[in-house]
């Protein structure tokens, strides 16, 4: 799987947007980029993911650089609730092994 | 939909002691992880089955550590004997099925194993 590098930690004010980045540049054309984040005592939670375009749901939004070496997850108006660490991790479309790996994420602490 | 079950929620052993968690989950998911998260890190897989059988167990102490999957649902992750590294949490997540473009794990809150 290729290998992603994310900032250590990065701080955002509430009701602001937190832009978290995330370079992945041995990504391959059949590899998706993940977002989970894990908040204090609790197991990590998806958020969203996307292989080639631009993607948004009720929770964040995707932006995948065209050469796809990088993206940036964009949670729009942060809230308390949104402190956590968060991972970006990139994995095959296909194969017979799913399981995602870990590495260090990003400790976003959003401030009152 | 209910989420993943694990238990206990927290256990505090002696080191060469034993331990058992317990996962549950979702209901039809046909795969199964389990991964250790020891404190400032991020979780690293364990063990992953499909239905009952094993995909990928190539990081797990198998000197110390065990698991199964009876009947391709519930699952049981077994230490013995506990070692004072094994202090960590032990996360379980589900997935619908392996063949799948997106496959979006999901995770209980874990199982905390203190080891003195």
């Known amino acids: 799987d290729a290998k992603t590098t994310q900032p250590t930690s990065m701080d955002c004010a509430e009701g602001r947007a937190a832009n978290l980045p995330c370079n992945h540049s041995t990504i391959s054309g059949n590899e998706y980029v993940y977002w989970y984040r894990q908040i204090h005592s609790q197991g990590p939670q998806y958020i969203i993911h996307?292989?080639?375009n631009n993607e948004t749901n009720e929770m964040a939004s995707l932006i995948i650089t065209e050469d796809r070496k990088s993206s940036t997850l964009i949670l729009p108006h942060a809230t308390l609730r949104d402190t956590a660490v968060y991972y970006c991790i990139v994995r095959p479309v296909g194969g017979s092994n799913y399981k995602l790996t870990f590495g260090k994420g990003t400790l976003l602490t959003v401030n009152p | 939909e209910a989420g993943v079950a694990q238990s206990p929620r927290y256990k505090i052993i002696e080191k060469r002691q034993s331990v058992a968690f317990w996962c549950n989950p979702i209901s039809g998911h046909a795969t199964l992880y389990w991964y250790q998260q020891i404190l400032g890190q991020g979780p690293k897989l364990l063990i992953q089955?499909?239905?009952?059988?094993?995909?990928?167990d190539s990081q797990l102490p198998k000197d110390r550590f065990s698991a199964e999957r009876l009947k391709g649902v519930d699952s049981t992750l077994k230490i013995q004997p506990a070692k004072l590294e094994d202090s960590a949490v032990y996360l379980c997540a589900s997935s619908p099925r392996q063949n799948s473009g997106a496959n979006v794990l999901t995770f209980g809150a874990g199982s905390r194993l203190t080891v003195l």
């Open positions: 089955f499909q239905n009952n059988g094993v995909v990928d």
């Open positions: 996307g292989l080639k």
